[in-house]
């Protein structure tokens, strides 16, 4: 079994900053992906930024220049650094870990961001 927890989130004003950390543990060989998806209120879920086991960073366009994805691979812990937050980053973040084995995404519960104007 594998557990994915987050920190918890928070309220910032707008032009703010926040950082989310996230962990994996269980039966875990390596982790292959970690990151992070987003959900506002009535919106899909979209991906915020994603880091692989070597390094490799992915950031949906809403972030770039403002947020930072890293990861700890000796802790399996991934973190988000997230800069100059606008109101229209509110929402639930989840993290997410992808092993090498099994290949499948396990989910944190979510944690509540929102940014004030």
């Known amino acids: 079994q594998v557990q994915v927890v987050e920190s918890v989130g928070g309220l910032v004003q707008a032009g703010g900053s926040l950082r989310l950390s996230c962990a994996a543990s269980?039966?875990?060989?390596?982790?292959?992906?970690m990151g992070w998806y987003r959900q506002a209120p009535g919106k899909q879920r979209e991906l915020v930024a994603s880091?692989?086991?070597?390094?490799?960073?992915t950031y949906a366009d809403s972030g770039k220049g403002r947020f930072t994805i890293s990861r700890d691979n000796a802790k399996n812990t991934v973190y988000l650094q997230m800069n100059s937050l606008k109101p229209e980053d509110t929402a639930v973040y989840y993290c997410?870990?992808?092993?090498?084995?099994?290949?499948?995404?396990?989910w944190g519960q979510g944690t509540q961001v929102t940014v004030s104007s």
């Open positions: 997410y870990a992808r092993p090498f084995l099994p290949n499948k995404d396990y």
């Open positions: 880091i692989t086991n070597g390094g490799t960073t």
């Open positions: 269980g039966s875990i060989f390596r982790i292959n992906i």
